[in-house]
């Protein structure tokens, strides 16, 4: 898992070849999201704010959660 800098997500594990995401919360639940091109997973990676990031961008666009 690579962590992230934010008080509500621990952190994300990403397989390029199925372009699979999986978030970790900080309360221990993890869920995997379809279909997250590159580009958003490096935005993820350096937002100032991971969580807001992932709720703008990530939360309600992609299949899964």
Sequence with gaps: MIPLNSSNLMGYDYEPETRML?????????????????????????AISPGRYFNASIKDTYSGG
């Excluded at 999986?22 to 958003?40: C, H, L």
């Design 22 to 46: 999986k978030i970790t919360f900080m309360s221990g639940r993890t869920y995997i999201y379809e279909d997250v091109p590159q580009d958003v997973v490096d935005g993820l990676a350096s």
